[in-house]
């Protein structure tokens, strides 16, 4: 499975997810898809962390655990939460990712798209 940026600051940031395991995201350099290690964010540091966008991501705003073969979770873990496929969320158990996108949108106008990706370079419809 896969989590790649469609954008805002996460734009073209792409993060692959195994079985068993769990990434989290947002502006720490901790997190396995951290903002301060965004190509936006290495070019021009400085003002980023002045920009507003910068500042509505938490240090750890989203956690992705990939659970089983057909079970991925997401979890909020900012304050200022996070809509999964437009729906606001706390913690949402996802059962059709191998068939279909879902999308994480927090921040103001981060985008982030979970998909299927077989391991041949092939994703799942409509990514």
Known sequence: MRVRGVSGLFLSE???VHRGRSITIGRSRAC???LQSTR???EDGREQR???AFRKISRMHVRVSFLHPFLVEVEDLSSNGI???GRK???VVLSDFRERCHEIVFGDGERLVLDWDDGDGGSSPGA
Do not use: G, N
Request: charged fraction near 35%; avoid cysteine.
């Open 32 to 34: 396995t898809l951290s």
């Open 14 to 16: 792409e993060v692959r």
């Open 89 to 91: 969320v706390d913690r």
């Open 83 to 85: 809509l999964v496929d």
């Open 50 to 52: 002045r920009s507003p």
């Open 40 to 42: 936006a964010y290495l």
